[in-house]
Each structure stands twice: as structure tokens, then as C-alpha cells.
């Protein structure tokens, strides 16, 4: 340990980050969001079960995805001009290898989380919710990482904070440690 951290074995080449609740926490009423997005669907007549996630997948498929984005894009971003930089965050900055962010949330919001916590320029690529065709657990956003830091999904190693990122790193073929392992 150093510094209150374990770091991550160095046989992995790269590493990739989750950003919500691994380096940051942003500061965002999910269960807000959420109220915001199903008066979205209310006020189309579509009934609104599900968690927010599931709700925006759903939006795809009645003509609502560009809206509910959006509707959660801003409070991401407004949430990560007044974000928390957690513990984990010092391993960025540390770090040799080749890093990249990999977020369920949108990529503008992630890159303005690593711009006022000084991490931005330890971070060699983004990938957000919107920057590829599907969000985690989709392997997709984990794989375009890996291929934006040039180094193979085997050798590459994903930390994150939820079921979600353990799930996405299974699916794409790399390995997985819980942020609590960590700190």
C-alpha cells in the first residue's frame, strides 16, 4: 500500500477507470434525474417502469432517446462542475501505464470531471455513454478504450465501482477490481 491505496499489479499494460463513485462522485440527484426523465415519458402518454438506465435504452425505441440524453447529459454535467475527487483519483496521477475512462456517463461531463480535478492530463482516452453505439454493460465502451489505448483487452485492466463494470469487464475479455478493493 501506498499512501492508503494498493496498487494494481503491474502485469496489466493499460488500466481503465469508471468515473462516477472510482474518481469522482458526481454530484447528482439520481433519483431526480430519474423523476425529470419519466415526466418526459408522461408527457407522451408512455407509461415509465424501470430504473434510469433502462428507461433511456427504452426512450431508443419510443422516439425519446435524443431527449432523456440530453435531460441527463445536463444534470452530468452540472453535477461534475461540483464533483467530489475521490481517493482512487491519486492513482491516475501516479500512474505509468496507459489510462483511459470508461463511464456509463456522457463523455463531456466526464472530461469536465478530470479537467477541475486535475486529471485530465493523465488520461489518455474517454469513452462516455455517448460516445459509442451502446452503454455498459455492453462490452462495446470498454473494448474502444482499450483500442484508443492501442494495447489488447486481455492485458488490459478495468476498475470500477458497481456489478454494471464487472459485468462490462467480463463481456469484453478484460480483467476487474472493485474501487473498495483498492482504498
Not at 440527484?29 to 415526466?39: L, M, N, P, S, Y
Not at 463531456?108 to 482516452?125: F, P, T, W, Y
Amino acid at each position: 500500500m501506498t499512501d492508503g491505496l494498493r496498487w494494481i499489479d503491474d502485469g496489466w499494460e493499460a488500466i481503465v477507470y469508471d468515473l462516477d463513485g472510482t474518481l469522482v462522485d458526481l454530484a447528482v440527484d439520481w433519483d431526480e434525474v430519474a423523476t425529470t426523465v419519466v415526466g418526459t415519458f408522461a408527457e407522451r402518454g408512455i407509461d415509465a417502469d424501470g430504473n434510469l438506465w433502462d428507461l433511456l435504452e427504452r426512450a431508443s425505441r419510443v422516439d425519446l432517446r435524443g431527449r432523456v440524453e440530453e435531460i441527463i447529459s445536463e444534470y452530468e454535467r452540472e453535477g461534475a462542475r461540483y464533483s467530489e475527487r475521490l481517493p482512487l483519483a491519486e492513482q491516475v496521477v501516479a500512474e505509468t501505464r496507459p489510462v483511459a475512462v470508461c463511464s456509463l456517463n456522457c463523455e463531456e461531463a466526464c472530461r469536465i470531471a478530470l479537467d477541475i480535478h486535475g486529471l485530465e492530463e493523465h488520461v489518455d482516452a474517454v469513452i462516455g455513454r455517448d460516445s459509442v453505439a451502446k452503454p455498459k454493460p455492453d462490452p462495446g465502451p470498454l473494448k474502444a478504450a482499450a483500442e484508443a489505448l492501442e494495447v489488447p483487452l486481455e492485458r488490459t485492466m478495468f476498475v470500477g465501482d458497481t456489478d454494471r463494470d464487472a459485468i462490462t469487464a467480463e463481456r469484453a475479455g478484460t480483467g476487474f477490481l472493485y474501487v473498495r478493493d483498492l482504498v
